[in-house]
């Protein structure tokens, strides 16, 4: 049990009390949004990274949380970490993430549920303390269902067109990253080589992690309207802030990549040649503020595989987002696509986050318009109206629980059903 006046708590009061107004709403949206603040964790490479990139989750994990418990049984194995870190600069962690729905209705199953234990870090072995640093960075999961069907099945259960969940999987083993990050330009562009997850730099923004924002892919990358999305995919991509407030992002990647077997992407990427390819141009109030105050447009492409099946294609995402006073984070997103294999030809999203404390509870609210993609699905299928809301709490200093319900109107699979409701509980706890 943590007492009043620990170093816990006085580093918490100096985020907020310290400093003089716009940094406090800025700080306070970045604790919020799983964005960090700590001094040390503000080069391009980590700020152009989404949330759930293994830097940005190292660093949220780090901040100081103000928990419902007010429990931390974790502090002196927090401790032992940070001095390994200054001694060698190995930044590391653990966390296990469990994910269970039950459905008002279904097709099949109406229940599923699925984990994954997760083992990440980055070790900084080039420029060690400067602003033109490199990295080595990593992570491993092991995702596994529960029972009959995992959650990322459980849409063609439901005869919804759309991923409920896009990571609770049952794969078991996989690499998601492992990869070289170079910073340059004294922090202002950064470059990333090796095996990505595109989804760390394309379409970001602060409620985008499955893992620890909304479930549905509806609000995540592109909403559900860019195909392929490849992780665990060998490949580059490159950001640079032209200014204070403007940036670009550029990647490419292997269309064809298997996670679970990462040295096959040699022959994938330089055998079959058949890429994934993103452009962004993007606007911020400043790098702190990154995925809170952001507005940007994605252009992608995507080649045909042709042992997958699908075409080649090609689409435009847009984002913008704005914090409102301290508590209100309001959204809106979207998408068009052109082929390659996406769940959607078209879809629309519009949201909010709330918060009274960042640190102790989110709530986020969003609601999309989505129409299937008649090349994926075989058929033309009737449009989809999909609401999402959850409530994340911290529990103590290292587990999070959140509650959700997903609405969805009109499943363009089971035309028998006006409505489904689906009741979520997510577990995460990180170490």
């Known amino acids: 049990m943590r007492m009043v006046g620990t170093p816990k708590k006085a580093r918490f009061e100096g985020v907020f009390l310290h400093a003089h107004r716009p940094s406090m709403?800025?700080?306070?949206?970045?604790?919020?949004?799983?964005?960090?603040?700590?001094?040390?964790?503000?080069?391009?490479?980590?700020?152009?990274?989404?949330?759930?990139?293994?830097?940005?989750?190292?660093?949220?994990?780090?901040?100081?949380?103000?928990?419902?418990?007010?429990?931390?049984?974790?502090?002196?194995?927090?401790?032992r970490k940070a001095s390994l870190k200054d001694r060698t600069g190995l930044d590391f962690g653990f966390d296990y993430n469990a994910l269970g729905f039950v459905a008002s209705d279904s097709?099949?199953?109406?229940?599923?549920?699925?984990?994954?234990?997760?083992?990440?870090?980055?070790?900084?072995?080039?420029?060690?303390?400067?602003?033109?640093?490199?990295?080595?960075?990593?992570?491993?999961?092991?995702?596994?269902?529960?029972?009959?069907?995992?959650?990322?099945d459980f849409g063609s259960e439901l005869g919804y067109a759309g991923l409920v969940s896009s990571v609770f999987?049952?794969?078991?083993?996989?690499?998601?990253?492992?990869?070289?990050?170079?910073?340059?330009?004294?922090?202002?562009?950064?470059?990333?080589?090796?095996?990505?997850?595109?989804?760390?730099?394309?379409?970001?923004?602060?409620?985008?992690?499955?893992?620890?924002?909304?479930?549905?892919?509806?609000?995540?990358?592109?909403?559900?309207?860019?195909?392929?999305?490849?992780?665990?995919?060998?490949?580059?991509?490159?950001?640079?802030?032209?200014?204070?407030n403007i940036y670009v992002a550029a990647g490419v990647a292997d269309a064809n990549a298997d996670p679970t077997d990462p040295l096959a992407g040699w022959d994938t990427l330089f055998g079959q040649g058949e890429t994934f390819k993103t452009f962004e141009l993007g606007w911020t109030t400043g790098q702190k503020a990154r995925f809170v105050n952001n507005a940007h447009v994605t252009v992608w492409q995507i080649d045909e595989r042709e042992e997958a099946g699908t075409p080649e294609g090609q689409g435009v995402a847009f984002s913008f987002s704005q914090l409102v006073g301290q508590h209100w984070f309001p959204f809106l997103r979207g998408g068009w696509s052109d082929g390659g294999g996406s769940l959607y030809e078209a879809?629309?999203?519009?949201?909010?986050?709330?918060?009274?404390?960042?640190?102790?509870?989110?709530l986020g609210v969003g609601v999309n318009w989505s129409r299937p993609n008649e090349e994926t699905f075989g058929v033309d299928l009737d449009e989809q109206v999909t609401i999402e809301a959850f409530?994340?709490?911290?529990?103590?200093?290292?587990?999070?629980?959140?509650?959700?319900?997903?609405?969805?109107?009109?499943p363009a699979l089971n035309p028998e059903e006006a409505t489904l409701a689906l009741f979520g509980l997510r577990l995460r706890a990180a170490f």
């Open 347 to 362: 879809a629309a999203s519009v949201g909010f986050g709330y918060t009274k404390d960042p640190s102790r509870s989110i």
């Open 169 to 244: 999987s049952d794969q078991g083993w996989r690499t998601t990253h492992l990869y070289w990050e170079q910073n340059f330009a004294d922090g202002r562009g950064v470059v990333y080589a090796g095996w990505l997850d595109v989804t760390d730099y394309v379409d970001v923004y602060a409620l985008a992690s499955p893992w620890q924002g909304f479930s549905n892919l509806a609000f995540q990358t592109g909403s559900g309207t860019i195909g392929g999305l490849p992780d665990g995919a060998l490949g580059a991509a490159a950001g640079y802030f032209l200014n204070d």
């Open 107 to 152: 097709l099949g199953e109406d229940t599923a549920g699925g984990g994954a234990f997760r083992f990440f870090g980055a070790w900084e072995l080039v420029g060690r303390g400067s602003e033109n640093n490199g990295s080595l960075v990593f992570k491993f999961e092991n995702r596994h269902r529960y029972g009959n069907v995992a959650v990322t």
């Open 391 to 410: 409530q994340k709490w911290q529990l103590t200093e290292g587990i999070e629980l959140t509650p959700s319900i997903q609405l969805i109107q009109n």
């Open 25 to 79: 709403v800025i700080s306070a949206a970045a604790v919020l949004w799983g964005v960090p603040v700590s001094l040390h964790a503000q080069s391009v490479g980590d700020v152009l990274a989404g949330p759930d990139s293994t830097p940005s989750l190292l660093a949220s994990d780090d901040e100081k949380k103000d928990d419902v418990l007010d429990v931390d049984l974790q502090y002196s194995w927090s401790e």
